[in-house]
T-cell receptor
Framework: NAGVMQNPRHLVRRRGQEARLRCSPM?????VYWYRQLPEEGLKFMVY????????ESGMPKERFSAEFPKEGPSILRIQQVVRGDSAAYFC?????????????FGPGTRLTVL | KQEVTQIPAALSVPEGENLVLNCSFT??????LQWFRQDPGKGLTSLLL?????REQTSGRLNASLDKSSGRSTLYIAASQPGDSATYLC??????????FGKGITLSVRP
């Protein structure tokens, strides 16, 4: 059973370009979460999605960031017009359910570097 | 707002020592607490999940306890090995499915 997959593992963008990060959840998991880990900081929640629905986006910056989890295909975290402050590791997690036994499994992350 | 604290930020011990990693959180209204391991430049590996109704969970040399009323969890590692060297993260699910993380404890086990 393959784990959570993320690609690319490393992504380099110049300021002003767009970054697209992909996440394929574990088989049988319909809940997807995105977290960001800035240098010297802890992981911070960004957004929680189920298929075709955004459940909670309270951690997403108001501008330039968007996320989707379509009926078919991976979840996408999109960052438009990237700035140097967007450089971070972005982790995706998935779970089978929500509730008290909501064990989240994490992917290897995408390390975004903005030049 | 939930806050999770892990102190100290770093710990160095000789091989074979039993050790305890601490985690505290400010809001006791949680669904569960998870302990993770993160190796440098890698993703997170889930070690143990304790539901809010449970007191402890065990997996191999690892034992995690939860005291919800006092807002504390500990991760006990028995007979530490150099391969245990990593950053250990504590995270709580505050009944809204989003995890709040501590900053982690970087453990170094010396041969």
């Amino acid at each position: 059973n393959a784990g959570v997959m993320q690609n690319p593992r490393h992504l380099v963008r110049r300021r002003g370009q767009e970054a697209r990060l992909r996440c394929s959840p574990m088989k049988g998991h319909s809940h997807v979460y995105w977290y960001r880990q800035l240098p010297e900081e802890g992981l911070k929640f960004m957004v929680y999605l189920q298929k075709e629905n955004i459940i909670d986006e309270s951690g997403m910056p108001k501008e330039r960031f968007s996320a989707e989890f379509p009926k078919e295909g991976p979840s996408i975290l999109r960052i438009q017009q990237v700035v140097r402050g967007d450089s971070a590791a972005y982790f995706c997690a998935s779970s089978r359910t929500s509730g008290t036994y909501n064990e989240q499994f994490f992917g290897p992350g995408t390390r975004l570097t903005v030049l | 707002k939930q806050e999770v604290t892990q102190i100290p930020a770093a710990l160095s011990v000789p091989e074979g020592e039993n050790l305890v990693l601490n985690c505290s959180f400010t809001d006791s209204a949680i669904y569960n607490l998870q302990w993770f391991r993160q190796d440098p430049g890698k993703g997170l590996t889930s070690l143990l999940l304790i539901q809010s109704s449970q007191r402890e969970q065990t997996s191999g040399r690892l034992n995690a306890s939860l005291d919800k009323s006092s807002g504390r969890s500990t991760l006990y590692i028995a007979a530490s090995q150099p391969g245990d060297s990593a950053t250990y993260l504590c995270a709580v699910d505050g009944a809204n499915s989003k995890l709040t993380f501590g900053k982690g404890i970087t453990l170094s086990v010396r041969p």
